[in-house]
Every structure is written in structure tokens, then in C-alpha cells.
């Protein structure tokens, strides 16, 4: 199978059980769980832009992971293995890196110290 169609169909796939899932603020569990999926969903989007080289779309999904994930260790404590693993704030710092933009990608790395949990 063509990779694009696999990773388009994944993203699709990732995307649809975010919306369906958890989607009520008042039933705090299911919700940040679907606060971390849709995180995972800006990180995996932003990941593709980077490998496509569409720099403002991967910096326009960064900013969202990146603001999902300040605003849940704001409310709850990290229980997900990917945040505990790896933060969107490190990824961010990490591709990066990959440009250049080390300030920036020391900002990114510092911020993960917060959110990445005990």
C-alpha cells in the first residue's frame, strides 16, 4: 500500500476517535483523556508537515499540542505514557533542533520538564 495512504488513513482513524470520545468537560476522566488523544493527533500532524517541509502548518500543530498539554498539567496530574515519555513540548524541542532554532528548542525542552510528570 502507498505510505501517504497509510499515514492519511491512521491520521483519519486517530482524528475520529478523539471526536467521539470524551468530549464532555464535566466527566474529568474520559475528558482528558480525549484532551491527551487530540494532543497526540497535533503531534502526529505536525510530525508529517515537518517530513513534508511545510514549516508553518508543522508549527501551527505544535502550538496546539503544545498548548493541550500546558493546559491538562494544569488540571491533572500526567498519567499518560506518551506525555511521561514524551512530551509535546520535547518533540517540539527536538524538530527543532532539526532546523536550527536551538533558543527556541531550549524553550520547548525547559517547558517539558513541567509537563512530562514525576
Do not use: C
Not at 464532555?24 to 480525549?34: C, L, R, V
Not at 493541550?68 to 506525555?83: G, N, P
Amino acid at each position: 500500500a502507498d505510505a501517504r495512504a497509510i499515514i492519511d488513513e491512521t491520521k483519519a482513524r486517530m482524528s475520529a476517535i478523539t471526536d467521539e470520545y470524551g468530549t464532555d468537560p464535566n466527566d474529568p476522566t474520559p475528558y482528558y483523556e480525549h484532551l491527551i488523544n487530540k494532543m497526540h493527533v497535533h503531534m502526529v500532524n505536525a510530525v508529517d508537515f515537518f517530513a513534508q517541509s511545510q514549516m508553518i502548518e508543522f508549527h501551527e500543530e505544535m502550538q496546539m499540542a503544545t498548548e493541550i498539554e500546558d493546559e491538562s498539567v494544569k488540571k491533572w496530574t500526567v498519567d499518560s505514557h506518551t506525555m511521561l515519555f514524551l512530551s509535546a513540548h520535547e518533540l517540539y524541542g527536538y524538530l527543532l533542533l532539526n532546523q536550527g532554532d536551538n533558543n527556541l528548542a531550549l524553550k520547548h525542552f525547559i517547558a517539558s520538564d513541567s509537563t512530562e510528570g514525576p
